[in-house]
């Protein structure tokens, strides 16, 4: 069996397969299921992340890659969700060790290179945690890559397509929706939701970080105007997205064997 016919994705795979493959790189894409407002499903996070990060390993390992990844990990941190009705939710102890677990899972396949593609922007401290905590760990590299549209650098064509800033279920997340799962959003719903900012501006001034409570922060779960969301803009910034992790992928599995990598 050619290795260019494999996907990588393990959910896919056989046990023929991923020893075919012989994979050298391991992905873990990490989700959320949470509200995203009255008109997107709470699997909003889960289905972007898995999608693109699923792509991107098929296309590198079309390429000849040996990029393995593993199943969409859909409960995260939604802390500051605790107002609104099923966001689902781990405590952060034990979603770092989730993590750390699936990073040590990869080590003892034999994979020391590991990307964590995520989808939920409450994870981000915490995961960034965990690739501290497993620092220390002689010859293990653990990247982490970043939330929604993201690396500007590459988005030149498509940086101004999203015309509305949104933290959660706006203009950006609609579109994504809109391309990827159009059957689960309520078209009818698509509008404008409030936002609220903190009473003492000061706090803003300072740069003073703090987890905001939802559902003082967005009232209906979701903000801003997202009355301008398409799928064909989210098409656009989907397809960048996918060429750049792919890339990444392939020169991550193509890079040679080094006691110093990645420098």
Known sequence: MSKLNLSGIL?????????????????IPIGSTEPHGPALPYGTDSFAVGAKTYEATRQANKNGARVICLPVQKISLNNNFYALPFACRMSVPV???????????????????????????????????????????KGLFVGLLPLGPGLPQYYADVENLIEHYSPHAGE????????????????????VNPMVDPKLSILEDCHVHFVKPW?????????????????????????????????????????????????
């Open 11 to 27: 959910e896919e795979m056989t046990t023929e397969d991923v020893k075919e493959l012989n994979p050298n790189v391991g992905v």
């Open 95 to 137: 979603f770092m060790a989730m993590v750390k677990d699936l990073i040590l899972f990869l080590k003892g396949e034999n994979i020391n290179r590991i990307i964590i593609t995520n989808g939920h922007g409450g994870n981000i401290d915490v995961l960034k945690a965990v690739q501290r905590d497993v620092a220390g760990i």
């Open 172 to 191: 950006w997340e609609t579109s994504n929706m809109l391309f990827l799962k159009p059957n689960l959003v309520k078209k009818d719903k698509i509008g």
């Open 215 to 263: 559902h003082l922060h967005l009232p209906t779960s979701a903000g801003g105007d997202a009355r301008k969301s398409s799928a064909d803009k989210a098409d656009k910034i989907f397809q960048v997205g996918v060429k750049v992790w792919s890339e990444l992928f392939l020169q991550l599995s193509k890079a040679p064997e080094s006691e110093t990598f990645p420098f």
